[in-house]
């Protein structure tokens, strides 16, 4: 996993998508977000009628094929032939086929890796409103993949696909804020663009958010009570977690509930026995304790 640039003891901001993923494991879930509506009918094509609007020409059916034959949808998985097919739709300037496109040479699937064809796919998708190709330009940039490293250009992309409301990618812009990464530091903007997104379902915002309003000592910011409920929820929402357990410890000890803090860092520790922040952290907790 390439890491998003970030400082200890805030979760990354991954975004959900082929750059941020072992070589050829792109997950499925990645085309079933692209999915459009059925095509011209009430009901989704069949296979056969997209294969033929496909050899017709038509851009969306080539498309449509190519995600059933890279997803296995009612048809055996062909990641060669839906390469093909993403390809014939990406040169008529079908965006989610240039997105696609870029994704499968990126990550060796149905071709081999190219990442400065896969750039080159993936920027044409953004220059044609793609959302994720925007949001995940992002990375490509900052990370110099299949291209020179350009941090103002990436902010340029964060910011169009978080003012498009994309949860990454406003996740990804309130760390870019809060961080100071590849744009002046200022955690206001910050705290505003890791509320977006945690408003719109996304945990590492969440979880980036309560750390924010727990820690900071900007008492236009700080607000532990709020933290902690909001930690409280991750822990509803996934409690198999081991950062957001160290999340909600660091909220109850900004909190001055210590016994909470270390229950909580424990089962952190549990989970996780490898991560030394989490048996630091831990330590600190006990020492506050036993000094009461």
Not at 62 to 81: N, P, S, T, Y
Not at 85 to 93: D, K, V
Not at 148 to 173: H, T
Request: hydrophobic residues 40%; contains cysteine; glycine residues 6%.
């Amino acid at each position: 996993m390439i890491p998003f640039t970030h400082v200890a003891g805030f979760r990354p901001a991954t975004l959900p998508i082929a750059l941020f993923s072992t070589l050829g494991s792109l997950s499925n879930v990645l085309f079933a977000q692209q999915a459009a509506p059925p095509l011209r009918d009430e009901r989704p094509p069949s296979v056969q009628v997209l294969r033929e609007r496909a050899r017709n020409g038509d851009p969306e059916s080539q498309f449509r094929l190519g995600l059933a034959l890279a997803v296995g949808q009612d048809i055996e998985v062909d990641e060669k032939e839906a390469v093909l097919w993403f390809r014939r739709a990406a040169l008529q300037a079908y965006p989610d086929a240039e997105y696609s496109l870029g994704e499968m040479v990126l990550t060796g699937r149905g071709a081999a890796v190219d990442q400065r064809e896969a750039f080159s796919w993936i920027e044409r998708a953004a220059q044609h409103d793609q959302a994720l190709a925007q949001t995940n330009l992002r990375a490509m940039y900052v990370q110099g993949v299949g291209i020179v490293r350009d941090p103002k250009k990436a902010f340029y992309w964060m910011s169009k696909a978080a003012e498009r409301g994309v949860p990454a990618a406003e996740f990804g812009l309130g760390s870019m804020y809060a961080h100071g990464d590849g744009v002046p530091e200022d955690v206001e903007k910050g705290v505003s663009w890791y509320s977006r997104a945690a408003e719109h379902g996304d945990l590492g915002a969440q979880n980036n958010l309560a750390l924010v309003l727990a820690t900071s000592k900007d008492a236009k910011i700080r607000n532990v009570s709020k933290a902690v409920k909001i930690a409280r929820a991750l822990i509803s929402s996934d409690p198999t977690e081991a950062v957001f357990l160290d999340t909600l410890a660091t909220c109850y000890f900004e909190a001055g509930d210590i016994p909470n803090a270390i229950q909580s860092e424990q089962k952190a520790i549990d989970l996780n026995p490898e991560k030394t922040e989490y048996q630091d952290a831990l330590k600190r907790y006990e020492q506050a304790s036993s000094r009461k």
